[in-house]
Nanobody, 118 residues
Framework: VQLQASGGGLVQAGGSLRLSCAAS????????VAWYRQAPGQQRELVAT???????RYADSVKGRFTISRDDAKNTVYLQMNSLNVEDAAVYYC?????????????WGQGTLVTVSS
């Protein structure tokens, strides 16, 4: 099983980006998926989570601006980021609980860089 994050890039403040987190391999089910971010010199921060049943939670700093969603048919979770500001600049990582061929395991994507210019 592999998890790949993509969609990062350079955007002006006030702009938008959509990140994708795609799982591939021998997958039976995907549980909770989370997006984290880590800015230089900062600790990794939880941004948003979505459970298998659809329950969603956001960090206070992104509420009303970011939207997490999942497409289980594509084994993909998205993070729509609107009204970006310079404080949102970071490497974004996705994390997922995945049931493979035998057991549930925790996987991380490789990270995708979001840069916001003022």
């Amino acid at each position: 099983v592999q998890l790949q994050a993509s969609g990062g890039g350079l955007v002006q403040a006030g702009g938008s980006l959509r990140l994708s987190c795609a799982a591939s391999g021998s997958i039976s089910s995907i549980g909770t998926v989370a997006w984290y971010r880590q800015a230089p010199g900062q600790q990794r921060e939880l941004v948003a989570t979505i459970r298998a049943g659809g329950r969603i939670r956001y960090a206070d700093s992104v509420k009303g601006r970011f939207t997490i969603s999942r497409d289980d048919a594509k084994n993909t979770v998205y993070l729509q980021m609107n009204s970006l500001n310079v404080e949102d600049a970071a490497v974004y990582y996705c994390n997922a609980e995945i049931l493979g061929s035998r057991d549930w395991r925790d996987y991380w994507g490789q990270g995708t860089l979001v840069t916001v210019s003022s």
